[in-house]
């Protein structure tokens, strides 16, 4: 006699959420302690592994996702193919290897879907812990510098020449010099700041200060100015009295200013230099009408002033995007990676769900001036972004 079939079961389901949860840490782990994978050599493993067992989640669960977490990443993707027709067209295709580069780096943005499936205040957790993490291994060579130099130069052979995990120098500000120790992804301990700042649980203030301070040994500037922007907008946010508010945000944004434009000022700085005659290239790269609209393909080079020689980037990432792609795309693509902190500021939420957006915006500002967007760790902060967004949109629909 035919026997009807009971549908399979999978009591594992509250294993299965933990399960992409520790797959989703193990992956900001590898990609932010180890952004150039010369340490783990893990990076395109663990994507590979995320990507297959969301589909797999998503699929034996039926979990549903919002239809722009996959829309928006696989528009992200199409937009290297798209820069090396257009490389193509006019002929100047000159560097394959790092249009490869941008493809597999864009590539990190299909796990938005992936990063849905996870909560909000989880994924907040996790990169606030790895972002306390890296600020940790900051002050911790400074430790090492300040204890053993001996050391502290075994430690900078591994960590700049061998691993390429950070840049460490000295350098000038104001007349100062300082040893500056820039891990590679610094700027996202700008999260963990913004999460500990804005919880009032016992010991996070201890780990907000230590972030801050991580964030302030990188000496660089942007990230530096970004924590203190962060760090101004706090005390702010403690003042009750609505006039005091608004006299404080003045005097300390008119302080910013000031100090901003100190800092720019400086002209015998390297790096300040280098983005002065950079900007000076793209201008001139760009005079040409065509080249403005269509931009000159992914894989161009350009002759950059501030390092005397033909390169395929620079830092400055969203002049780079108008050079690569023409202002039309570029305006587009920087127009999706804002749209979470419009987001933010045009609804109400809490105040820190907000902050944390805020911290969001200042990380996509401190990558306009460092090559931290178009690539794996930038994707991934991409998707952190658009899936608090989401989910917070999912929230309301409810």
Same mark, same amino acid.
């Given at each position: ?17 933990? #399960?992409?949860?520790?797959? #989703?840490a193990v992956l900001f782990f590898v990609v932010l302690i180890d952004p150039t994978g010369s340490l783990f050599h893990a990076k395109e493993i663990v994507f590979g592994i995320t990507f297959l067992y969301a589909i797999v989640y998503m699929l034996l669960y039926n979990k549903r ?9 696989? !528009? ?19 560097? @394959? ?7 597999? !780096?864009? +590539? ?40 053993? @130099? ?8 591994? +960590? ?19 040893? !500056? ?22 010991? /996070?203030?201890?780990?907000?200060? #230590? ?116 202002? @039309? ?33 200042? /990380?996509?500002?401190? !990558? ?31």
């Amino acid at each position: 006699m035919y026997k009807e079939r009971m549908p399979i079961e999978f009591p594992l389901t509250i294993n299965a959420a933990k #399960i992409m949860h520790g797959l #989703i840490a193990v992956l900001f782990f590898v990609v932010l302690i180890d952004p150039t994978g010369s340490l783990f050599h893990a990076k395109e493993i663990v994507f590979g592994i995320t990507f297959l067992y969301a589909i797999v989640y998503m699929l034996l669960y039926n979990k549903r996702v919002n239809i722009y977490s996959v829309i928006i990443p696989l !528009a992200m993707v199409a937009l290297p193919f798209l820069g090396i027709i257009l490389a193509n067209a006019f002929g100047s295709y000159d560097n @394959p290897e790092f249009a490869l580069g941008q493809i597999k !780096a864009l +590539m990190f943005s299909l796990l938005l879907p992936a990063f849905c499936l996870v909560e909000g205040e989880i994924l907040k957790k996790i990169v606030a812990r790895i972002g306390l993490c890296i600020a940790c291994i900051i002050f911790a060579c400074y430790l090492v510098g300040l204890i053993d @130099p001996a050391s502290f130069a075994k430690l900078y052979v591994f +960590m700049v020449e061998e691993k390429d995990l950070a840049i460490i120098s000295v350098r000038q500000f104001l007349g100062l010099p300082i040893v !500056a120790i820039f891990y590679r992804t610094a700027p996202v301990i700008l999260f963990a700041m913004s999460y500990y700042l804005y919880n009032e649980k016992k010991g /996070y203030k201890l780990f907000a200060t #230590i972030s801050f301070l991580g964030l302030l040994f990188t000496g660089s500037r942007t990230p530096m100015l970004a924590a203190l922007s962060l760090f101004l907008l706090y005390l702010a946010d403690r003042v009750k009295n609505t006039r005091i508010k608004v006299i404080l945000f003045v005097l300390m944004s008119s302080a910013l200013i000031v100090l901003v434009l100190l800092l720019l000022g400086e002209t015998t700085e390297e790096s300040n230099m280098v983005k002065f005659g950079n900007v000076l290239s793209y201008f001139e790269a760009l005079s040409n009408t065509p080249d403005l609209i269509f931009g000159e393909g992914l894989g161009s080079t350009f002759y950059a002033m501030g390092r005397s020689e033909w390169v395929t980037h620079s830092e400055l990432t969203y002049l780079d995007l108008i050079r690569i792609y023409g202002l @039309p795309v570029a305006l587009i693509f920087i127009s999706i990676v804002f749209y979470p902190v419009l987001n933010a500021f045009t609804k109400k939420m809490e105040l820190t769900d907000n902050r944390y957006f805020a911290a969001y915006a200042l /990380y996509m500002i401190v !990558a306009g001036t460092n090559p931290l967007l178009l690539s794996s760790t930038g994707m991934c902060v991409f998707c952190l972004g658009w899936a608090l967004v989401l989910k917070l949109e999912n929230k309301k629909m409810k």
